[in-house]
């Protein structure tokens, strides 16, 4: 089970794994693992899933060993929201019944699974281009900042049922993610998906370091309430 998981995780042989009736061990059914990202809009529509083959400069991987065996949702209204939301009485409504549930995987799985996530790093160049400041931001001035004057919050949930349903929500980000990455991908996220949603705003330095540590203070936040 574990040889063929990670086999299956390479991408290697699906057919391999639908005979041993473990078809939810094949992630590259529905995951990019081998790049490149998607380079057309159609293909990007396509996507069943987030892309993976740059797992290992994106995710921590304790993060991944314990949601794998425990997934939950991190899209609030999945892989794209226009796919799945319908027009309520109180204006847009998430279709739950149209979202899937995420396979989750033992243990053991889950540990041999995100050891092997945690190899494919393609982007070091980028990774190695950001440094996080020490420095606190008051709750109060990240989400001012947040919402407000840099607009993240149109797109971003920061509680649950709180904020914007096209991104993942970030709430648990810091939890999920290496800070680099978060730096990284808030200066550019074109620079790690050409077709990203996610718009460039051309933060300053400044901004982006306020930014990641606001991000750190919500997961904490969002610990500390559970
Ligand atoms: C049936 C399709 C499907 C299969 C099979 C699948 N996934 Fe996923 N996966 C998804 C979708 C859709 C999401 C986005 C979930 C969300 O955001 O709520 C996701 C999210 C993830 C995430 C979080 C990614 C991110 O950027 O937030 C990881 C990590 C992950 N999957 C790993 C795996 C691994 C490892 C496997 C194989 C053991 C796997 N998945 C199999 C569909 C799939
Ligand atoms: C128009 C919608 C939109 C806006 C505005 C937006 N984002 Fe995003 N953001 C996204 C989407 C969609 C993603 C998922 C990555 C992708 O699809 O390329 C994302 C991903 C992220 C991620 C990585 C999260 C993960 O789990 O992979 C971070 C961190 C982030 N955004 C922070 C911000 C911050 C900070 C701002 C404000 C400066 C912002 N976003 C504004 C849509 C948006």
């Avoid at 982007?123 to 840099?150: C, N, R, W, Y």
């Avoid at 797109?155 to 049922?161: A, G, M, Q």
Wanted: aromatic content about 8%; charged content about 25%.
């Amino acid at each position: 089970m574990k040889r063929i998981l990670v086999v299956a995780l390479l991408g290697f042989s699906a057919a391999a794994v639908a005979e041993e009736g473990v078809l939810q061990g094949d992630c590259a059914a529905c995951h990019n693992i081998k790049g490149p990202t998607a380079q057309t809009l159609k293909a990007v529509f396509e996507k069943k899933a987030p892309d993976l083959f740059y797992a290992g400069n994106k995710f921590r991987q304790e993060w991944l060993v314990s949601w794998l065996q425990k997934p939950t949702r991190i899209r609030p209204a999945g892989m794209f929201h226009g796919d799945h939301i319908k027009v309520g009485v109180k204006g847009d409504e998430i279709d739950t019944s149209t979202l899937t549930t995420h396979p989750a995987l033992s243990k053991a799985d889950a540990t041999s699974v995100a050891a092997e996530l945690m190899k494919l790093k393609p982007h070091d160049d980028l990774i190695a281009k950001e440094k996080v400041e020490p420095g606190t931001i008051s709750m109060q001035m990240g989400e001012m900042a947040f919402d407000k004057f840099l607009g993240c919050m149109a797109c971003h949930l920061i509680e649950p049922e709180y904020g914007g349903l096209s991104g993942p929500e970030l709430y648990t980000a810091a939890k999920r993610l290496q800070p680099q990455y978060m730096l990284s991908f808030i200066r550019s996220p074109q620079a790690w998906d050409p077709k990203s949603m996610m718009p460039n705003k051309n933060l300053s330095d400044a901004n982006i370091q306020k930014m990641a540590r606001y991000l750190e203070s919500l997961s904490k936040e969002a610990a500390n309430a559970k």
